[in-house]
């Protein structure tokens, strides 16, 4: 030994060496705080996010009403045919009984526009059903349209300056005077869930879409699911290694990360332009949905086969069962949850595809929710999309609201796949 | 007390009554034990006995396992270890530790070995710094091998090569005290030879303490041996003693082969 | 009637799988031994009567609809489709399918109500020949099945050769729906780049994809040089990692090192619920909530030349979107190096900081990579928030403070609407789409092979 070791015992109790030590313990601190900091940020930028949502939608979640009378006369409404009844004049009426003030027709258009379009409908709607109503008088709560309603919710600001303000200072008036009557009513606004699409904000729903996306992720489970367990057991399984199977693998996992427009130029393409599918329908979206959540499914079903012990197999094999029974009557049973966990958590991926339903054409309007697959309808995110781009004040608290119900629904099945995650959790 | 030192080996670390409780297992029960400075102390005992445990009491690596608590007092020169005052980053300088696996890091052979000098300031320039790397992989016979490649990384090397390098990362602080836990259980037999020179040789400056499986080792190696039996420490004299005239039960069942 | 094929076919491969079983049922209650259960022989009826029926009437839905349409089309009165070009033909082939599914609007030229009343004709006719067809062949597979029972019939391996059959089908969708993708990108994109010459694509600087409404507008003939528009996702995508890489490593980090279990149990959660939301509510925040305040804290406060559509916006939220990817991506990583790995460093008296830094971080760097690299390709792809809250202009520009457009957001407006397959507006997004999915693929395949790479370093 030819070097000089210098025992550092003393050295480490002098105050350099304190102070070094504490240096160094603030770079602890610092990275500490840089994370805290970081995710503090993440979660932020979520309660943001959800806060933002629920200030704009709640506004959404009530509607404001009259309760108005209408004079179902005979004089508008034919009784051999209440469709084609002039149920404008009708509302016209009721609304001159309303402000008996009024004493020119352009006041009494504006003053029409305090209710909605929707009260023509339902008047109309009311005559069909019973006809022996005609030529009598109905009270009925009609929607006010959507500047009343947002001024009912105090979001319109009276005491800005009349030319900033879409409704004037008579519109005003007469707002205050249907409220001084105690007519006015704010309701839950089930419309929201119970209403097809609409120009109207006041009228808008989401019936159609929530339709339109059950009915696609129908299709996509019905297609997906066994198609996803039949390859995650056939590749984990029973597949050979060799090359095919390594390409089938890679596929597989680079499926996953293609962009999802690109599955929309494929729909587009291929199930449109080719074999002439119906555009904008659920069995469509519903189809390249599935493409989509194929791999999640199969990355799913393999991780679960995986986890089920090889003792299981061995028993099995070892009492003289075919490896095809083994599989079906012994590991799929067990791995059962934990595809089913994938599978819902891919159908919630799916009820969130926005980009690839917009190519497919299902952010179409339409006005009535669908009856069939093949039916022209719009989905929950696509509805989103289409009412964010919505001009009118009213889209935009519907647009939040609409976001809760997707949310809800996403939630649910999270909530549903967590539970069975925990409950079938690895318990052999 | 510095004077005392000189001749005769003084005590370096001191031990006494320390429990060690992992949750609610009892891993450690009232093992007091004096550690000699310039002696290779070998800690002996069937598996699951606790003396990698206690090991790692030595330079507070169990602070790192939540829930493992240490009670008793275990003193570095004087210096109560587990004192508020005293900074486990600082004291593990000082109280070097080798592993059983060969842990070098992702790194060259060169930052390797300066990692510790560099992270604790010991360098004053790049000179310095080259300098403790080289004394240190010269202490850890490792510096004719690598000298050329001292930038390709530490992973490249082979087993008996990367054990050295953690040595040599070890001693390059310049601690007091080396802890080894099983050093040498991860290599093959030419490995162990060289790493067992190499210990014999780092006793003329430090207080080594090595945690081994193997008897022959513990006798190769050591001056001092400690043996280890569910938690407590039966016995601790010279290794010659125990190997030949063990005082206690236990140890010579274990030392002849009757358990462990 | 569809409904009720499918129906049927459900009912007869029942009663096909019932009669089998039992039939075995009874060979073995004769005393005989089967050398397969009776299970089996009643999955061999289905295999017989069930798949093909099945498979029959999948592929007859498939033809059905352009087989009847070019019928329908062919059966126009000449005079009425003389000279029209393509585009038109499927106007009135629309307007046909319109009105035979009961749709009127206005009044139909009476020629196109003829069409509509045969189409409805074929369509029916259609529908009861697949129902024929698909009993015919249910009856035959159940008489098949029925006469193969018997003790030494080897229906088990039957069964199972066609479950594999099945499964191998279904293993190999995945590799049809990428041949099928590159298909439909490649024979379309062709088909642009016959209309503009690839080099004017790859190396043009401007990006103004209106088609002429005359032929003989001089401005008309658009611009389709994708350069302003990668540029455009490559602004983006760089806002994005900007945001999502440092919040997202020091997220990782921090759960990793410093924070306390209960704290990791609940951030982890809230994280992936930041993954879960789709990205259609992130374009909406973007335009609802960031835009604004962008606009008034750079624009109003610090008096900065912000555009409504800012790069930074639609960037920013992807970059939020992205978090939980990263973190999730290093948090693996960071978990993946050894135990020893900590335990050296500390040994040697590091700090908590200084072991994350300078050895741990540095040796999870390939696993992070990889998860980054994914980042990048999931920033170029994703559509929904650059749609809502991006500009559609393009502009050459890397300014985040402007609007720019990204490849998405062209491939969406240029096939938003009703389409036709013959104009080089519709085909440029096929093109734009190509160039989409070979640069995501590419990073893919590179950051999974980093990623495994890196599995393999530790395992």
């Keep these: ?428 | 007390m510095q004077d005392a030192i000189t001749n005769a080996l003084a005590i370096k670390v001191a031990c006494d009554k320390v429990n060690v409780h992992y949750g609610d297992t009892h891993a450690i029960k009232d093992v007091s034990i004096d550690i000699q400075d310039k002696t290779v102390t070998a800690f002996i005992g069937p598996s699951g006995c606790g003396k990698s445990t206690f090991l790692r009491c030595i330079n507070r690596m169990n602070d790192t396992i939540d829930i493992c608590k240490v009670t008793g007092r275990i003193e570095l020169e004087g210096d109560d270890i587990y004192d508020a005052g005293i900074d486990p980053v600082q004291l593990r300088a000082r109280v070097g530790m080798v592993f059983q696996k060969p842990n070098p890091f992702p790194k060259s052979i060169y930052d390797n070995v300066a990692y510790g000098p560099r992270i604790h300031g010991i360098a004053a320039g790049k000179a310095e710094l080259d300098e403790i790397v080289e004394s240190a992989l010269r202490k850890a016979a490792l510096w004719n091998e690598v000298k050329d490649r001292l930038q390709s990384p530490g992973t490249g090397l082979s087993g008996g090569q990367q054990q050295r390098l953690c040595i040599a990362r070890a001693i390059a602080t310049a601690p007091e005290v080396l802890l080894m836990d099983e050093p040498c259980s991860a290599l093959d037999p030419i490995a162990t030879a060289q790493v067992e020179d190499l210990i014999h040789e780092l006793r003329e400056n430090y207080s080594v303490v090595i945690v081994t499986h193997s008897m022959q080792q513990a006798a190769r190696v050591s001056q001092k041996t400690a043996f280890f039996h569910l938690g407590f420490m039966p016995e601790y004299d010279d290794t010659e003693k125990i190997f030949s005239n063990p005082s206690d039960k236990r140890t010579q069942d274990y030392i002849t082969g009757r358990f462990g | 009637m569809v409904g009720y094929t499918f129906l049927l076919i459900l009912l007869l491969s029942a009663v096909g799988f019932v009669l089998n079983r039992n039939a075995a049922q009874e060979l073995r209650a004769g005393g005989s031994r089967l050398h397969s259960l009776p299970v089996f022989h009643g999955g061999y009826a289905l295999a017989l009567a069930g798949l093909p029926a099945l498979i029959f009437v999948l592929l007859w839905l498939m033809f059905e609809g352009s087989f009847v349409s070019a019928l329908v089309r062919a059966s126009l009165p000449a005079e009425a489709v003389a000279g029209l070009g393509a585009g038109e033909l499927s106007l009135i082939m629309a307007e046909v399918q319109q009105t035979a599914s009961g749709l009127i609007f206005g009044e139909p030229a009476q020629y196109v109500r003829d069409a509509a009343a045969y189409y409805n004709t074929l369509h029916s006719i259609s529908d009861w020949a697949m129902f024929a067809l698909v009993l015919f062949i249910l009856a035959g597979g159940i008489f098949l099945a029925r006469r193969s029972v018997a003790t030494e019939f080897r229906a088990r391996q039957r069964v199972e050769k066609v479950l594999s059959g099945l499964m191998i089908f279904a293993s190999v969708i995945a590799i049809f729906t990428t041949i099928g993708i590159v298909a439909s990108l490649v024979f379309e994109a062709a088909r642009f780049f016959a209309l503009v010459p690839i080099t004017d694509f790859l190396f043009g600087t401007a990006w103004e994809p209106q088609i002429a409404i005359r032929p003989d507008q001089i401005a008309g003939a658009g611009a389709f040089g994708w350069l302003p528009v990668i540029l455009g996702t490559l602004v983006i995508t760089f806002i994005a990692l900007l945001v999502a890489v440092p919040v997202g490593l020091l997220s990782a980090i921090y759960l990793n090192e410093f924070a306390s279990p209960l704290l990791r149990k609940i951030a982890k959660p809230i994280l992936e619920v930041l993954a879960g939301v789709p990205t259609v509510v992130y374009g909406f925040f973007a335009i609802l909530v960031v835009a604004p305040a962008l606009r008034s804290f750079g624009g109003d406060t610090l008096g900065l030349p912000i555009s409504p559509n800012t790069a930074l916006a639609a960037g920013s939220v992807m970059g939020v979107m992205l978090i939980p990817f990263i973190s999730s991506f290093a948090d693996d990583a960071l978990t993946a190096v050894p135990r020893s790995m900590r335990d050296g460093s500390l040994a040697l008296g590091a700090t908590q900081s200084e072991t994350v830094l300078k050895v741990l971080f540095p040796a999870a760097i390939p696993g992070i990579v990889g998860g980054v690299l994914l980042a990048v390709s999931r920033a170029i792809g994703e559509t929904m928030i650059v749609v809502m809250a991006a500009g559609l202009i393009a502009t050459l520009t890397i300014n985040p403070l402007d609007s720019v457009t990204t490849v998405t957001v062209q491939i969406v407006t240029l096939l938003i609407g009703d389409t036709s397959f013959d104009n080089p507006k519709t085909l440029a997004a096929f093109a734009l789409g190509l160039m989409l999915f070979i640069v995501t693929l590419a990073l893919n395949v590179v950051a999974l092979r980093v990623v495994r790479k890196y599995r393999e370093l530790y395992d």
């Design chain 1, 1 to 428: 030994m030819t070097t000089t070791t210098t025992n550092a015992g003393a050295d480490w109790k002098s105050p350099e060496a304190a102070a070094r030590v504490r240096k160094r313990h603030a770079g602890d601190l610092r990275l500490k705080f840089a994370g805290m900091a970081a995710l503090g940020f993440a979660v932020l930028m979520l309660a943001i996010l959800l806060v933002s949502l629920f200030a704009n939608g709640y506004q959404a979640l009530r509607q404001t009403h009259a309760s108005v009378t209408f004079e179902l006369s005979a004089e508008h409404i034919d009784a051999a045919d209440p469709q084609r009844g002039n149920y404008r004049a009708i509302v016209q009426d009721a609304v001159q009984g309303l402000f008996p003030g009024i004493d020119n027709p352009g006041e009494l258009r504006s003053a029409v526009g305090i209710l909605s379009n929707g009260a023509q409908n339902a008047l109309r709607s009311i005559a069909l059903n019973d006809p022996s109503l005609i030529g009598q008088e109905v009270t009925i709560d009609v929607p006010l349209s959507d500047p009343y309603d947002q001024l009912a919710k105090g979001l319109v600001d009276r005491d800005s300056p009349e030319d900033q303000r879409r409704l004037k200072d008579a519109d005003i008036a007469l707002f205050d005077t249907l409220q001084a009557r105690d007519v006015v009513s704010l309701p839950i606004n089930w419309a929201l869930v119970t209403n097809a699409d609409s120009r109207f904000p006041e009228l808008a729903g989401l019936q159609g879409a929530i339709w339109g996306s059950f009915y696609a992720l129908l299709v996509c489970f019905v297609l997906s699911f066994p198609t996803g367990i039949a390859a995650g057991i056939y590749l984990e399984e029973f597949a050979p290694k060799n090359r095919l199977t390594d390409i089938v693998e890679i596929n597989i996992n680079n499926l996953a990360a293609v962009p999802s427009v690109v599955f929309g130029l494929l729909a587009l393409a291929v199930f449109i332009g080719w074999f002439g599918m119906p555009r904008s329908a659920p069995l469509v979206g519903g189809m390249t949905l599935a493409l989509m959540t194929l791999p999640t499914i199969i990355i799913a079903t393999r991780a679960a086969l995986k986890a089920v012990p090889p003792s299981i197999r061995e028993a099995a094999l070892g009492v003289g069962a075919s490896k095809h029974q083994v599989v079906l009557t012994h590991v799929l049973p067990l791995a059962m949850p934990g595809i089913l966990t994938g599978t819902i958590i891919g159908l919630a991926q799916a009820l969130g595809e926005t980009a690839p339903l917009l190519l497919i054409g299902m952010n179409a309007f339409i006005t009535e929710a669908p009856s069939s697959l093949v039916d022209s309808s719009t989905a929950l995110p696509t509805q989103i999309f289409i009412w964010a781009d919505s001009p009118e004040r009213g889209f935009v608290a519907r647009t939040s609201a609409a976001i809760l119900v997707l949310l809800a629904f996403l939630i649910a099945m999270n909530a549903v796949a967590v539970f069975l995650r925990s409950r079938f959790e690895r318990r052999y």
